[in-house]
């Protein structure tokens, strides 16, 4: 049975305690749309899409206040499936996988129709899960990111990744919760549109250099949070991944969202037959009726 672990109190970093809480908002499968590039299908096990090509970075335009699949890409997959129902009773979560090519990647991601200033941020948390049946190295996780622009306008991620606050290897076939706060959990920047704390470092994605957000946001002013990204891969190579993400949460202030992914019930064939049927004999029963009615 698959149960929620917590990270060791040395390694579990508290969301502001001045966060309300707040009921999860439910994102179901069937409120994922297509990709622009590759397939989505969906059946009775969930929502999937994956892309072949080794393109589709940012391809995907944002569709601002909903979860949705982007930058999918190098036969990298990402839904809401039953793969890893979550510890909470649901019976769904965020699905990803990668092939082990170097361009695979893919990540499920929530754009805001107004973007928020990064020294309102308060907290995060997320849920994780990483299969055994990876066969990656044994240090990555899916990655909790915010997408930031700086105040000229520049685009671009803020990363964290469990393994930086893990040692060694990182968990398997059981769910982590990663709580994240603006003071030690430690972020790198991609790009080069922001300016990386004292004492620098060099790169365009720069993952030596860890620093809080606190930091990032001393260095950046006027630096915004326009959404939150979760995903997996981008170099992740040799080797393929395979997990999951749910119960994702983010604080501005003492507000605070939780997003909780589920599949919806799709009807099995045997079941759409008799709702047919149905339907047949309440329309003839209303013909039937209305027949009745003129004759009188």
């Given at each position: 049975m698959q149960?929620?672990?917590?990270?060791a109190a040395t390694t579990m970093l508290a969301v502001v305690a001045t966060a309300a809480p707040a009921a999860a908002t439910v994102v179901e499968n069937t409120e994922l749309g297509s990709i622009s590039a590759g397939s989505t299908t969906t059946d009775s096990t969930g929502t999937r899409?994956?892309?072949?090509?080794?393109?589709?970075?940012?391809s995907e335009a944002p569709a601002y206040d909903q979860w949705q699949q982007r930058n999918v890409r190098g036969n990298g997959v990402v839904g809401i499936t039953t793969d890893y129902a979550d510890a909470n009773g649901g019976n769904?979560?965020?699905?990803?996988?990668?092939?082990?090519?170097?361009?695979?990647?893919?990540?499920?991601?929530?754009?805001?129709?107004?973007?928020?200033?990064?020294?309102?941020?308060?907290?995060?948390?997320?849920?994780?899960?990483?299969?055994?049946?990876?066969?990656?190295?044994?240090?990555?996780?899916?990655?909790?990111?915010?997408?930031?622009?700086?105040?000229?306008?520049g685009f671009g991620y803020?990363?964290?990744e469990p393994y930086q606050q893990l040692p060694g290897t990182v968990p398997t076939d059981s769910w982590q919760t990663t709580l994240i706060d603006t003071t030690t959990s430690l972020f790198w920047a991609t790009g080069s549109?922001?300016?990386?704390?004292?004492?620098?470092?060099?790169?365009?994605?720069?993952?030596?250099?860890?620093?809080?957000?606190?930091?990032?946001?001393?260095?950046?002013?006027?630096?915004?949070?326009?959404?939150?990204?979760?995903?997996?891969g981008s170099g992740w190579s040799p080797g393929t991944f395979v997990g999951a993400v749910d119960n994702v949460s983010f604080s501005f202030g003492r507000s605070t969202s939780t997003f909780d992914f589920e599949v919806s019930a799709v009807p099995e064939p045997?079941?759409?037959?008799?709702?047919?049927?149905?339907?047949?004999?309440?329309?003839?029963?209303?013909r039937r009726r209305r027949t009745v009615a003129q004759a009188a």
């Amino acid at each position: 049975m698959q149960l929620r672990v917590m990270l060791a109190a040395t390694t579990m970093l508290a969301v502001v305690a001045t966060a309300a809480p707040a009921a999860a908002t439910v994102v179901e499968n069937t409120e994922l749309g297509s990709i622009s590039a590759g397939s989505t299908t969906t059946d009775s096990t969930g929502t999937r899409s994956t892309n072949p090509a080794a393109v589709g970075f940012g391809s995907e335009a944002p569709a601002y206040d909903q979860w949705q699949q982007r930058n999918v890409r190098g036969n990298g997959v990402v839904g809401i499936t039953t793969d890893y129902a979550d510890a909470n009773g649901g019976n769904g979560s965020i699905y990803f996988s990668t092939d082990g090519s170097g361009p695979s990647k893919a990540d499920m991601e929530y754009y805001f129709s107004q973007p928020v200033l990064l020294t309102d941020f308060s907290g995060a948390s997320y849920d994780w899960f990483r299969d055994s049946a990876s066969t990656i190295g044994s240090a990555p996780a899916p990655a909790f990111r915010l997408a930031m622009t700086n105040a000229q306008g520049g685009f671009g991620y803020f990363v964290f990744e469990p393994y930086q606050q893990l040692p060694g290897t990182v968990p398997t076939d059981s769910w982590q919760t990663t709580l994240i706060d603006t003071t030690t959990s430690l972020f790198w920047a991609t790009g080069s549109n922001f300016v990386i704390p004292p004492p620098g470092g060099v790169g365009p994605h720069c993952q030596s250099c860890l620093h809080s957000l606190s930091d990032w946001s001393a260095a950046n002013a006027g630096a915004m949070v326009i959404g939150f990204s979760t995903g997996v891969g981008s170099g992740w190579s040799p080797g393929t991944f395979v997990g999951a993400v749910d119960n994702v949460s983010f604080s501005f202030g003492r507000s605070t969202s939780t997003f909780d992914f589920e599949v919806s019930a799709v009807p099995e064939p045997a079941t759409w037959a008799m709702m047919i049927t149905g339907f047949g004999l309440a329309g003839a029963g209303l013909r039937r009726r209305r027949t009745v009615a003129q004759a009188a």
